[in-house]
T-cell receptor
Framework: GENVEQHPSTLSVQEGDSAVIKCTYS??????FPWYKQELGKGPQLIID?????GEKKDQRIAVTLNKTAKHFSLHITETQPEDSAVYFC?????????????FGRGTQLTVWP | DTEVTQTPKHLVMGMTNKKSLKCEQH?????MYWYKQKAKKPPELMFV???????INESVPSRFSPECPNSSLLNLHLHALQPEDSALYLC????????????FGPGTRLTVT
């Protein structure tokens, strides 16, 4: 199965600064990489994802980059706002016997200070 | 619309009780999932249903019993739970089991006393 490692586990930034969270994966066959945002008391929300045929994808203030050679992908949040404070999870899907299973990173608690 | 709904939002039950968690989606998705999430941890997969048939059981104890009555509904029946089963139980759905985009519900916060 896939092995996804996520860093850092906590990240504090000042409002307006940028935040970057990085994940590495082990399965070179992996071709889909989602990012989830989980606010306190809520379920994870899919905020952006990327497929292996592109190197970068952007949606307003958030972007995801993928380096297939190095097997890592990163979430970039620019002009951070207090409402960006949440736990962010990266994930990689199983391409093998447990198709449909998502392997999650351990999560990053992002705090944006006003 | 990418909404998955779950009821109840909170549940407190004793170790001898029987209760059920419910999940519903109307996106036409044919794969539905149950996850368990402990505090400060990522979600852990419990069960996957594909076209209303159980596809994956991640060696979950039999005190958890899933049911998929139709393509829009997913239940999780609980019986004789232990305090360590207290957690956030999340339902998710995707277009098919091989489709990567999974959409999560808000979860049921379960406390076993």
């Amino acid at each position: 199965g896939e092995n996804v490692e996520q860093h850092p586990s906590t990240l504090s930034v000042q409002e307006g600064d940028s935040a970057v969270i990085k994940c590495t994966y082990s399965d070179s066959a992996s071709n889909y990489f989602p990012w989830y945002k989980q606010e306190l008391g809520k379920g994870p929300q899919l905020i952006i994802d990327i497929r292996s045929n592109v190197g970068e994808k952007k949606d307003q203030r958030i972007a995801v980059t993928l380096n297939k050679t190095a097997k890592h992908f990163s979430l970039h949040i620019t002009e951070t706002q207090p409402e960006d404070s949440a736990v962010y999870f990266c994930a990689g899907p199983d391409r093998g016997s447990t198709l449909g299973r998502l392997y999650f990173g351990r999560g990053t608690q992002l705090t944006v200070w006003p | 619309d990418t909404e998955v709904t779950q009821t109840p939002k909170h549940l407190v039950m004793g170790m001898t009780n029987k209760k059920s968690l419910k999940c519903e989606q109307h996106m036409g998705h044919r794969a539905m999932y149950w996850y368990k999430q402990k505090a400060k941890k990522p979600p852990e997969l419990m069960f996957v249903y594909s076209y209303e048939k159980l596809s994956i059981n991640e060696s979950v104890p039999s005190r958890f019993s899933p049911e998929c009555p139709n393509s829009s509904l997913l239940n999780l029946h609980l019986h004789a739970l232990q305090p360590e089963d207290s957690a956030l139980y999340l339902c998710a759905s995707s277009l098919g089991q091989g489709a990567e985009e999974q959409y999560f519900g808000p979860g049921t916060r379960l406390t076993v006393t």
